[in-house]
């Protein structure tokens, strides 16, 4: 039977753990500790005192900073961070709480789990490509397309944070995410490697598929060469990118069917690397991917010309231009983690369930076309579709545009930030301000909004209030006023038909 044992940490706190290694990384050994609340991970390597210094500031000042702020709760589903530091036999290690129960896979596999991975941790990599998806995966382990969405405005988030506090991960990747797409959860893990320019470099160059292009083609280089391009805020823009695109069109954005070098490494650098191209490059179309060279598993996802990567929208559209193009060789024009979130959750507002029942991802983004389909089952809207242009106050009396839209299916909600443009989705909401204002529902072949909550909800064309617990008809070209305040929205309704 394994020993336990027992040790303080470096602040003086109590820790335990099972001698038996449940988990093994690249660089650390992983233990639970007796009731298997937390976990704790062991260098194998001596640490030298720039590493030592690095996870006293990871589990002290850089987590206070995160973690004791208004809304530090919010952090603790969106991080697996270390919150102490241990020593033992010589080793330098750090503990961790427990993943999630939604972390673990409870079906696993098609086939009774004939890859056994039940039970196994839900790494982000099992989700990022059609083969997994279209010929491994159980069902019920995949989710749908909109869970991808708030696992990725999650992410988002996470990194946003991450960076504001002027931190990198510095080896974001799918095996660094945890994700479940059965609730939309996401967990970034391994922060003991962050980032913190001109104090702590980075341990290492990043997980292929994710290493930005200026990393790769500069690593022949020798440390201290201050051409050498290091992991930094930059490479993990490019990092989030790829994770977004893999995400939601399970494919590689630079893997296409273009061959650099006949040396399969040298090749792997420059696809890579410094002649790293965008595989659906609007004009530069000599990376585009070969589809005679893809296996049945992987279509149609793996095959751009089938699936695009407009299908996820306009607002992504021109982030995955400006990271896959204007910036995949110009770290500065990079989008930024934050302006990924506004365009998700934009991207979001515009999503609709796809009315056939046997769609596998259920959900698509409107393309603002006057006949409505799902581009993965080809399904036509049928009926008629509601689509609220939103409009703000900038002073008073005068509204305008905020290229913002939201489409409305039977019970939707409508909240606060749909109403104000000043109110934002995020960490900081209180209870009250994420609850909704307002519901949609299709009755009697009528499309109508239920006032809930509003207090200054007026019908602008009839000029008359819609007072709390009543409804207004959503009509061609009806104007609702939702909120007389500063930065209160203005609903332009127009009726698609199909």
Same mark, same amino acid.
């Given at each position: 039977?394994?020993?336990?044992?027992?040790?303080?940490?470096?602040?003086?706190?109590?820790?335990?753990?099972?001698?038996?290694?449940?988990?093994?990384?690249?660089?650390?050994?992983?233990?639970?500790?007796?009731?298997?609340?937390?976990?704790?991970?062991?260098?194998?390597?001596?640490?030298?005192?720039?590493?030592?210094?690095?996870?006293?500031?990871?589990?002290?000042?850089?987590?206070?900073?995160?973690?004791?702020?208004?809304?530090?709760?919010?952090?603790?589903?969106?991080?697996?961070?270390?919150?102490?530091?241990?020593?033992?036999?010589?080793? /330098?290690?750090?503990?961790?709480?427990?993943?999630?129960?939604?972390?673990?896979?409870?079906?696993?596999?098609?086939?009774?789990?004939?890859?056994?991975?039940?039970?196994?941790?839900?790494?982000?990599?099992?989700?990022?490509? @059609?083969?997994?998806?279209?010929?491994?995966?159980?069902?019920?382990?995949?989710?749908?397309?909109?869970?991808?969405?708030?696992?990725?405005?999650?992410?988002?988030?996470?990194?946003?944070? /991450?960076?504001?506090?002027? /931190?990198?991960?510095?080896?974001?990747?799918?095996?660094?995410?945890?994700?479940?797409?059965?609730?939309?959860?996401?967990?970034?893990?391994?922060?003991?490697?962050?980032?913190?320019?001109?104090?702590?470099?980075?341990?290492?160059?990043?997980?292929?598929?994710?290493?930005?292009?200026?990393?790769?083609?500069?690593?022949?280089?020798?440390?201290?060469?201050?051409?050498?391009?290091?992991?930094?805020?930059?490479?993990?823009?490019? @990092?989030?990118?790829?994770?977004?695109?893999?995400?939601?069109?399970?494919?590689?954005?630079?893997?296409?069917?273009?061959?650099?070098?006949?040396?399969?490494?040298?090749?792997?650098?420059?696809?890579?690397? @410094?002649?790293?191209?965008?595989?659906?490059?609007?004009?530069?179309?000599?990376?585009?991917?070969?589809?005679?060279?893809?296996?049945?598993?992987?279509?149609?996802?793996?095959?751009?010309?089938?699936?695009?990567?407009?299908?996820?929208?306009?607002?992504?559209?021109?982030?995955?231009?400006?990271?896959?193009?204007?910036?995949?060789?110009?770290?500065?024009?990079?989008?930024?983690?934050?302006?990924?979130?506004?365009?998700?959750?934009?991207?979001?507002?515009?999503?609709?369930?796809?009315?056939?029942?046997?769609?596998?991802?259920?959900?698509?983004?409107?393309?603002?076309?006057?006949?409505?389909?799902?581009?993965?089952?080809?399904?036509?809207?049928?009926?008629? /579709?509601?689509?609220?242009?939103?409009?703000?106050?900038?002073?008073?009396?005068?509204?305008?545009?905020?290229?913002?839209?939201?489409?409305?299916?039977?019970?939707?909600?409508?909240?606060?930030?749909?109403?104000?443009?000043?109110?934002?989705?995020?960490?900081?909401?209180?209870?009250?301000?994420?609850?909704?204002?307002?519901?949609?529902?299709?009755?009697?072949?009528?499309?109508?909004?239920?006032?809930?909550?509003?207090?200054?909800?007026?019908?602008?064309?009839?000029?008359?209030?819609?007072?709390?617990?009543?409804?207004?008809?959503?009509?061609?070209?009806?104007?609702?006023?939702?909120?007389?305040?500063?930065?209160?929205?203005?609903?332009?309704?127009?009726?698609?038909?199909?």
């Amino acid at each position: 039977m394994a020993n336990t044992i027992k040790l303080k940490a470096t602040d003086g706190s109590p820790v335990e753990f099972v001698d038996t290694i449940i988990g093994a990384g690249g660089m650390k050994d992983v233990y639970f500790s007796p009731d298997k609340s937390y976990v704790v991970a062991f260098f194998r390597d001596q640490q030298d005192f720039n590493a030592r210094d690095r996870l006293t500031n990871i589990t002290g000042v850089y987590r206070d900073r995160i973690f004791n702020q208004q809304g530090g709760d919010y952090w603790k589903d969106l991080y697996c961070w270390p919150v102490k530091m241990v020593e033992y036999n010589g080793k /330098l290690g750090v503990v961790c709480p427990t993943y999630q129960p939604h972390f673990f896979f409870s079906t696993g596999s098609i086939n009774n789990d004939f890859l056994g991975i039940k039970g196994k941790e839900k790494e982000g990599k099992w989700y990022a490509s @059609a083969k997994n998806q279209n010929k491994f995966l159980a069902p019920q382990e995949r989710g749908d397309w909109f869970k991808y969405f708030q696992i990725l405005i999650n992410i988002s988030r996470a990194v946003h944070r /991450l960076h504001a506090a002027g /931190l990198a991960h510095s080896d974001l990747s799918y095996k660094n995410v945890l994700i479940d797409p059965t609730s939309g959860h996401a967990a970034i893990i391994d922060i003991d490697g962050l980032v913190v320019p001109g104090k702590y470099p980075p341990d290492v160059m990043g997980t292929p598929d994710f290493i930005a292009p200026e990393v790769i083609a500069t690593k022949h280089l020798k440390m201290g060469d201050p051409a050498r391009q290091l992991p930094k805020i930059s490479t993990d823009r490019h @990092a989030l990118a790829v994770l977004i695109y893999m995400y939601l069109l399970y494919r590689h954005p630079l893997r296409g069917g273009k061959v650099w070098d006949t040396d399969p490494v040298k090749d792997e650098d420059l696809s890579m690397g @410094a002649n790293a191209l965008f595989v659906e490059h609007p004009t530069d179309k000599s990376n585009r991917v070969k589809v005679k060279d893809l296996q049945p598993s992987q279509l149609p996802q793996g095959d751009p010309a089938k699936i695009p990567y407009t299908v996820c929208g306009p607002y992504l559209k021109k982030l995955f231009d400006k990271a896959f193009i204007d910036g995949l060789h110009h770290p500065n024009l990079r989008p930024t983690a934050d302006e990924w979130l506004q365009a998700l959750l934009k991207t979001v507002d515009l999503m609709q369930p796809c009315q056939n029942p046997n769609c596998w991802h259920k959900w698509f983004v409107f393309d603002n076309t006057t006949k409505p389909k799902c581009p993965f089952c080809g399904t036509e809207y049928r009926g008629l /579709l509601p689509v609220l242009n939103l409009y703000s106050s900038r002073r008073a009396g005068a509204y305008t545009s905020d290229d913002y839209r939201l489409m409305v299916y039977h019970n939707q909600y409508l909240y606060l930030w749909h109403v104000n443009r000043n109110i934002s989705p995020n960490e900081k909401l209180t209870p009250e301000q994420k609850r909704p204002v307002g519901y949609f529902v299709l009755h009697n072949n009528k499309w109508l909004l239920v006032n809930q909550r509003l207090n200054d909800m007026e019908d602008r064309t009839e000029g008359k209030k819609i007072p709390v617990n009543q409804a207004v008809e959503l009509t061609e070209g009806k104007q609702i006023l939702l909120s007389k305040e500063d930065g209160g929205r203005l609903i332009l309704v127009q009726l698609v038909k199909n």
